[in-house]
T-cell receptor
Framework: GQNIDQPTEMTATEGAIVQINCTYQTSGFNGLFWYQQHAGEAPTFLSY??LDGLEEKGRFSSFLSRSKGYSYLLLKELQMKDSASYLCAVLDSNYQLIWGAGTKLIIKP | NAGVTQTPKFRVLKTGQSMTLLCAQD?????MYWYRQDPGMGLRLIHY???????AKGEVPDGYNVSRLKKQNFLLGLESAAPSQTSVYFCASASGGADYNEQFFGPGTRLTVL
């Protein structure tokens, strides 16, 4: 079966750094996405990794290791507006997105 | 550009009633998707379409039907609603193509079935 695991909830302090991990077991791999979803809103695209390594985009970075079936999203200089759920999704061999349940990130002042 | 829009935003149904959710996109995307999102679970694919006139089943298609008569519209129908279909429904679209398939989401429809 296909499975994506990420922590249910994490708490961090404003101004700090947080790393959200995602492990996956899927039938094929054509890329990994991270989306952000604020409460009551639609998911919005953050990053896409298809090759191993780190992709940096402003305060957000995403890392991928295909051999380990592992990714993480790194958020720096946390702001209160970063309080949201972060969804990991893998594009499988049929080019369908398989979604994790999401990690709810709580930012405290 | 409005992006992806969904109507209605909220709906309450009684068990056995039917309804249609409308998704529209103005980005000329080939691919469109219907998901449901339930607490503690990831987005689950109901049905999808890779082009006008085509539809296919996703992970949880039972109790739903879809149509893609026009490229810009993707309709999701519930013929006989059940309480288990209480959920938030998201429509998404993507340009298609094998290499990069970022999906753009609509604002969601919150459906309650009593």
């Amino acid at each position: 079966g296909q499975n994506i695991d990420q922590p249910t909830e994490m708490t961090a302090t404003e101004g700090a750094i947080v790393q959200i991990n995602c492990t996956y077991q899927t039938s094929g791999f054509n890329g990994l996405f991270w989306y952000q979803q604020h409460a009551g809103e639609a998911p919005t695209f953050l990053s896409y990794n298809v090759l191993d390594g780190l992709e940096e985009k402003g305060r957000f970075s995403s890392f991928l290791s295909r051999s380990k079936g592992y990714s993480y999203l790194l958020l720096k200089e946390l702001q209160m507006k970063d309080s949201a759920s972060y969804l990991c999704a893998v594009l499988d061999s049929n080019y369908q997105l398989i979604w994790g349940a999401g990690t709810k990130l709580i930012i405290k002042p | 550009n409005a992006g992806v829009t969904q109507t209605p935003k909220f709906r309450v149904l009684k068990t056995g009633q039917s309804m249609t959710l409308l998704c529209a996109q103005d980005m000329n995307h080939e691919y469109m998707y219907w998901y449901r999102q339930d607490p503690g679970m990831g987005l689950r694919l109901i049905h999808y379409s890779v082009g006008e006139g085509t539809t296919a089943k996703g992970e949880v298609p039972d109790g739903y039907n879809v149509s893609r008569l026009k490229k810009q519209n993707f309709l999701l129908g519930l013929e006989s609603a059940a309480p288990s279909q209480t959920s938030v429904y998201f429509c998404a679209s993507a340009s298609g193509g094998a290499d990069y398939n970022e999906q753009f989401f609509g604002p969601g429809t919150r459906l309650t079935v009593l």
